[in-house]
């Protein structure tokens, strides 16, 4: 049996980063990115169900779970993180799952290398457009996560790099966006243009608000292992 509960790590340019792995070892690989203020134990839910027919791999991204927390945070520092994880595991090319944040790093990898990217899949993901900011509140205790990379990710959530928009286009990968639905503060009319601005796009929607993989693992990982073996278009 896999152990889902071990943790390895690599040095991704200077930045540890913390990381879990179950399937066969000479399965084709697959990364998963887990969103603000996650870890790479979001995906435990759904980490067996993939990991029957692939390699998976889920990095705590930095700032978060036993990852180096450098104090030092952006989406675009987090899309390199990940592409020095992929050289430092010897991962040429990588099908990749990013959930809401970790579908943004998702996005710009695939965008930037799409080289590396067989297939994509973002589930709940918000199109690059600004919306009105709001201030998030720290909670009280300690937290599995440094602060700090809130704020610094909120704000470009918020008001994205206008080129991220265009730069979808460079995507060559075949994309799956999957939309929570209108429980999810993810505003849906966005998430289906998000899977309109990716070449090969496609969208599905499974009602069960933001959390998809958690609320409804089954249908999630059907709809992504379907898309995953499904013959290119």
């Given amino acids: 049996m896999i152990d889902h509960h071990a943790v390895d790590a690599v040095d991704a340019g200077g930045v540890r980063l913390a990381y879990r792995a179950a399937g066969p070892p000479d399965a084709p690989p697959l990364v998963l990115l887990h969103a603000l203020g996650e870890s790479s134990a979001d995906w435990a839910a759904v980490t067996p169900a993939f990991a029957r027919e692939r390699r998976v791999y889920a990095p705590d991204l930095r700032g978060h779970g036993r990852s180096d927390w450098p104090g030092t945070y952006s989406l675009d520092l987090m899309r390199t993180d990940v592409v020095r994880f992929l050289d430092a595991l010897g ?3 990588v099908d990749l ?10 996005y710009l990898l695939a965008a930037s290398h799409p080289q590396r990217v067989n297939r994509l899949v973002l589930e709940d993901v918000p199109l690059p457009l600004p919306r009105r900011p709001t201030t998030p509140t720290r909670p009280d205790g300690d937290l599995a996560f440094d602060w700090e990379v809130v704020p610094a990710i909120r704000r470009q959530i918020d008001t994205p790099d206008p080129e ?13 966006v999957v939309g929570g639905g209108p429980d999810s503060h993810v505003p849906q009319d966005g998430v289906a243009e998000l899977a309109r601005r990716l070449p090969g796009g496609r969208v599905v929607t499974i009602p069960v608000g933001h959390l998809v993989h958690h609320a409804a693992p089954e249908e999630f990982t059907n709809a992504v292992s379907d898309f995953l073996l499904a013959e290119r278009g």
């Fill in 164 to 176: 991220w928009l265009g730069r979808l286009g460079r995507i060559t990968a075949e994309s799956l």
């Fill in 97 to 106: 799952i990013g959930h809401s944040m970790g579908g943004a790093v998702a």
């Fill in 91 to 93: 991962l040429d090319r």
